[in-house]
């Protein structure tokens, strides 16, 4: 993909992600738009999560609440990893947590599922894509995103709140033809789907593999690594910077320098200096604040985010939380977070 034209020294977020040392450290949270943010809650108290994810002027309204109100340096489309499983065949709905009345567990099921084409299945997701990148401050960089095979398959497999993860590990133990015919089909989704994402207008994207954690290291590099690798691969070769994060994977450490991802976005739990051991110096990190801190006096906030600027020291980096920020967030705290990052400098 050609270099976005647009592409400014002011893009912070773009830099880092590149492997750029920038003055201050780029900051945006996951879940920036959301329920904690009063803008947000009056927008669906007109409209359900699903018509705001389908409606472009809504979902672009809600992914600029945030860059309004504070200024992040990168802003994510507002939309949900589960988007994409529709066309594909699931009956999904958000109750407020997601919902799959077909769940999917056998190979009839998987010949049920339909192929996905970006432009054709879901074409005012890319037209909310390319309205955002229109409205946003040129500044603001602009991530797209999908979720990872395993982590939809196990919303799919499981029909909903996949824990325990007993029927998706049960299938790839017993059944791992099945299963890897099955990541490979969602690999190609989001492989589709992401390009199809910078081409209307993102300058990044973020794979999330919210549960990759919840496998071994042995059993993540023998199952899941062949599907993430073709993803992250496509995305190289399109020129798309990408991240990958996984909540709870400090052990899955060894495996990720090997996914070809641009960046490496850790949950609260991993120590930065380690995963640096791990994975090598120039590796680039993103995170990983815990979200807790943010319901904390001020001087824990400072002290909390002071220690993640001191410990990433002059690498390049991408401040966010380890996970999505909380709805009982108080709104004035991350102004707190924001002032240590911007106004507080560099170790
Ligand atoms: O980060 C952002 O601001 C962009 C939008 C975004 C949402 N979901 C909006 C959303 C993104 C990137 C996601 C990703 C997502 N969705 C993940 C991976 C990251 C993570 O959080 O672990 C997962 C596992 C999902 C699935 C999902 N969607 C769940 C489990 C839930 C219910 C839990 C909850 O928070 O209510 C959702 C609903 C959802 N997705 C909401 C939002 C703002 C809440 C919708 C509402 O009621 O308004």
Redesign the pocket.
């Known amino acids: 993909m050609a270099e976005p034209t647009t592409l400014t020294p002011t893009r912070t977020y773009m830099q880092n992600v590149r492997g750029e040392t920038t003055e201050t450290l780029p900051v945006w949270l996951?879940?920036?738009?959301?329920?904690y943010l009063p803008e947000?809650l009056e927008v669906?108290g007109k409209y359900s999560?699903l018509d705001v994810c389908h409606t472009p002027e809504l979902a672009c309204e809600v992914t600029l609440q945030p860059i309004r109100r504070y200024g992040f340096d990168a802003s994510?489309?507002?939309?949900?990893?589960?988007v994409p499983l529709a066309p594909m065949g699931a009956k999904i709905d958000?109750n407020?947590?997601?919902e799959i009345a077909n769940p999917l567990r056998t190979y009839d099921d998987l010949k049920q599922v339909k192929t996905f084409e970006a432009r054709e299945k879901l074409p005012e997701v890319l037209e909310a894509v390319s309205l955002i990148r229109r409205e946003l401050p040129e500044e603001t960089s602009f991530i797209g995103?999908a979720?990872a095979p395993f982590?939809l398959a196990s919303?799919w497999i499981e029909g909903g709140?996949p824990e325990p993860f007993a029927t998706i590990k049960t299938m790839m133990y017993t059944e791992p033809k099945l299963f890897h015919e099955f990541l490979d089909q969602l690999a190609q989704m989001v492989a589709e789907y992401l390009v199809a994402q910078a081409e209307a207008g993102a300058n990044a994207v973020?794979v999330?593999d919210?549960?990759a954690g919840v496998l071994t290291l042995k059993d993540f590099r023998e199952h899941l690594l062949p599907s993430l690798h073709k993803i992250f691969t496509r995305l190289r070769e399109a020129g798309i910077p990408s991240t990958y994060?996984a909540?709870g994977a400090a052990h899955l450490l060894p495996a990720l320098g090997d996914l070809g991802a641009s960046v490496i976005s850790l949950d609260w739990r991993i120590d930065i200096e380690e995963a640096r051991r791990t994975l090598g110096e120039t590796t680039v990190f993103q995170g990983n604040l815990d979200p807790t801190v943010l319901l904390g006096d001020e001087a824990t906030i400072r002290r909390e985010t002071r220690h993640i600027i001191d410990v990433v020291g002059d690498r390049p980096h991408v401040f966010n939380l380890g996970?999505?920020i909380l709805?009982m967030t108080p709104i004035d705290n991350v102004h707190i977070m924001l002032d240590e990052i911007r106004n507080g400098g560099r170790a």
């Open positions: 996951m879940r920036q738009a959301g329920r947000y669906r999560f994510i489309l507002f939309s949900d990893i589960l958000f407020p947590g997601p995103f979720g982590t919303y709140k973020q999330f919210t549960w994060y909540k996970h999505g709805r």
